[in-house]
């Protein structure tokens, strides 16, 4: 019997479960003229979420206003900010790098509407969302919020966008997180 619901192959959006990205790699697609995360979840499933201009312009002052407030009262910001975003650097380049996530012809993409956030104690809840049942969530510590600035400046710059949109104190110069970096989330 029929009662109406299929099953989805492993990595399709689902409406009852959000895909939980552990890790992704951000690039910049010409063709579209968008950002997409190649995501991939703790069992292996993957999927490509487009992200346009608009809605980037909207988030990436919402992120750099979060760090900003963690800024110790009577510090300049753009000191703090820049040599804490330097130190990040720093420890991302000691690590070993993360294999890229590939999409491959299965892999589901989707366009994200919508990006809400959340607070948590070590940064933000970020909850990607497109038509249907495309869903995504992805917990960003603030030490990643601080990479994936990083990552989405360079792909701005690969894509000639205008970068007045990210802080002064992210600097002018292209950091070592570049396009198509990736993001272990843990």
Known sequence: MNDGTQDLPSGAPSEERPFAVQTFT????????RIFLNAVDATGAKQAIYLTRRLMDQIIPIVAKHLEEKTP???????????????????????????PVQADLETPRWLCTM???SKQPAGLAV????????????????????TVLDIFRNSYARAGWDLRVFPEWLG??????????QVRLN
């Open 127 to 146: 909850t990607l969302t497109g038509e249907a049942a495309c869903k995504a969530q992805i917990p960003l510590a603030d030490p990643h919020l601080r």
């Open 115 to 117: 990006i809400q956030m």
């Open 172 to 181: 002018s110069a292209k950091a070592a997180a570049g396009q198509g970096a």
């Open 26 to 33: 951000a690039r910049y697609d010409p063709a579209e003229d």
């Open 73 to 99: 009262k009577g510090v300049p910001a753009d000191v703090v900010q820049s040599m804490t975003q330097e130190r990040v650097r720093q420890a991302r380049k000691a690590e070993p790098p993360a294999e």
